[in-house]
Every structure is written in structure tokens, then in C-alpha cells.
């Protein structure tokens, strides 16, 4: 296809009849023009999916004043309510959107763990927000309580900031939280939120959807069943004689005397370094989460007999 070409499909994408045209009325560097058309066409048509909505990133009155980057497009976001099915879809969206521009976020520095891209600040930058780390975000009532705040989304500056207070663990699951809210809620104004890790999930709407969304990009589940077979050397952990010994060195009494509950299992394993004569970084270091928010997913996702 030729730049013409990609111009004009590019305008159709934006429904903006004049985009690519200089102060004068004719085209400006067509060939860079035409870079320009089909990088920022196939943003925003990716954008535009992993937002649900075929409208975003027109104004108004309908047209659209094209930017050079996708982190300066702006969205609405309709108020809706998500099923967990839909909340997964999106986090998974967004990382085949972060795995296909690996290239241009990491250069030749790509990170060699597949974990590693699952990086709540890179999917910020990647749907138009700024991300700070501050030594404190001072403290906030927050239902009811007087807390350290842990993070804070502004919606009007499009920027998040997490609090050096917490724990790697809290810092992350936080971050995941409010991309969760960047992505899926409006968000005019400052909002604060507590320290977070994952393991007690909120019960308000949104709240609970963004720490859905976080467990979901941040343990996504594909990626979690094939760590823990490589971990256990099973796709489910049933516990008897052979694999308690390999998992603690113990006998099976003795190791239902510690794990009474299917919780007890479930965080040993998340926590586990060792099995069978292998030593390897536990599920919970893996993923970076804290060792309850790895039980709770190894639970749903149902690699243990319960």
C-alpha cells in the first residue's frame, strides 16, 4: 500500500478527513506522513479494542487531532460493570498489546523472563499514564481508618503514583490496582488507596474489579499452570507419601499436622523452594506477589486438591 493509500485509511480510522495535512493545506514529508499513518492507525485500532469502544480517541464534534505518540490518546470510558470473564479478556489484552510492541518498549534490552513484561508502570506508559515511585504518599482516611496511602490515580493528569512505603509485593499488587482503574473506570479526579497484596480482595464494585484485574495481569493463568509443573514436575498437586516427601521431607502425618487446610497447602506450595532434590525461586518470587495472593490463584485456578 502506498502512503496515499495509508493516509487515507488512516483517515477513515479517525473519521478526520484532514489529518496529515500541514498549516497550508498539503501534505507535509509524506513519506514520514505515511510512517506516521500507519503506526498511529494500528495504535489506536489496537487501543480501540483493548478499550471496547470504536469511538475512542474522537472528540466532540467527531474528528480527531492525531498525536505522534500513543501515550498522549485520551479515552471516555462508559460506566460498566465487569464479570470476572471480562476482567480476565482485558488484562490478556493488554498483555498480547505489550508483547507485540516489545520491540519498541525494551529495544535490545528485552527482558529474557516472560514475567518481567508483566510490568504494571509499562502497561501505564502504554494507555497514556505517567508512573512515579514516591518515598510517601502520606497518610489518608480510608473507610473509616487512618492509613498510609499506597497509591494514588489521577484521572484528570493521567498519572500514578505508588508509595516506597510498602514491600516490593504491596508496590506491585498497588500498581496492578490502579492500571486496573486507569483501564477500566473513570477516573476524574485524585483517588487513594491502601497498601494492597492481593490476598484480601476488596468487596466494593470497582475496587474489586481492579484487584481482579491486577491478579489477572499480574498471574495470568497460562503462565502460572506451566511454572508450576515446572516447580512440582505435575499439572495438580494431590499430597500422599511420595510427593509430601519430595515437597518437605516429612511423612504424611506429620505434614497434615502443619497444613491442616486446603489455605495451609495451598501458601506452602506458593512459598515452596525446594521439591524433590530441586531447588527453584518460589511461585510467589516468580510472579512477585506476595505468597497469599499466589495461594489464592494456584486455588482458582485449581492446581491442588482442595
Keep these: 500500500m ?10 477513515r480510522l479517525l473519521q478526520n478527513p484532514y489529518a496529515y495535512l500541514d498549516g497550508g493545506g498539503s501534505y507535509s ?59 480476565e479478556q482485558k488484562a490478556k489484552d493488554l498483555h498480547k498489546l505489550i508483547w507485540k510492541n516489545r520491540s519498541k518498549i525494551w529495544g535490545a534490552d528485552q527482558p529474557s523472563d516472560l514475567v518481567d513484561m508483566l510490568d504494571p508502570s509499562v502497561a501505564l506508559d502504554i494507555i497514556g499514564y505517567d508512573f512515579d515511585l514516591d518515598e510517601t504518599l502520606g497518610q489518608s482516611k480510608i473507610n473509616g481508618k487512618l492509613i498510609e496511602v499506597a497509591g494514588m490515580i489521577d484521572g484528570s493528569s493521567r498519572r500514578v503514583r505508588i508509595s516506597r512505603q510498602f514491600p516490593n509485593d504491596v508496590r506491585v499488587f498497588t500498581a496492578a490496582h490502579e492500571l486496573g482503574h486507569a483501564l477500566l473506570h473513570e477516573a476524574p479526579g485524585l ?37 508450576f509443573a515446572n516447580c512440582f514436575a505435575t499439572d495438580y498437586f494431590v499430597p500422599n507419601e511420595e510427593t509430601v516427601f519430595a515437597l518437605s521431607r516429612s511423612s504424611l502425618p506429620d505434614f497434615h499436622k502443619k497444613c491442616k487446610s486446603p489455605r495451609d497447602l495451598s501458601r506452602t506450595l506458593a512459598n515452596a523452594e525446594y521439591y524433590d532434590g530441586r531447588r527453584f525461586i518460589s511461585m510467589a518470587r516468580q510472579f512477585r506477589v506476595s505468597i497469599g495472593a499466589m495461594a489464592i490463584r494456584l486455588e482458582e485456578i485449581g492446581l491442588l486438591a482442595v
Design 2 to 11: 502506498d502512503d496515499i493509500s495509508v493516509i487515507t485509511e488512516s483517515r
Design 191 to 227: 483517588h487513594r488507596d491502601r497498601p494492597l497484596d492481593g490476598e484480601r480482595l476488596s468487596r466494593l464494585g470497582i475496587e474489586f474489579e481492579a484487584d481482579k484485574f491486577a491478579t489477572y495481569f499480574l498471574m495470568p493463568e497460562k503462565l502460572v499452570r506451566a511454572r
Design 29 to 87: 514529508a509524506l513519506l514520514d506522513a505515511g510512517k506516521l499513518a500507519r503506526s498511529l492507525s494500528q495504535q489506536i485500532a489496537d487501543h480501540r479494542y483493548l478499550l471496547g469502544d470504536p469511538y475512542a480517541y474522537l472528540d466532540g464534534d467527531g474528528t480527531f487531532s492525531a498525536r505522534l505518540e500513543c501515550t498522549q490518546l485520551s479515552s471516555t470510558k462508559k460506566r460498566h460493570r465487569y464479570s470476572n470473564v471480562e476482567l
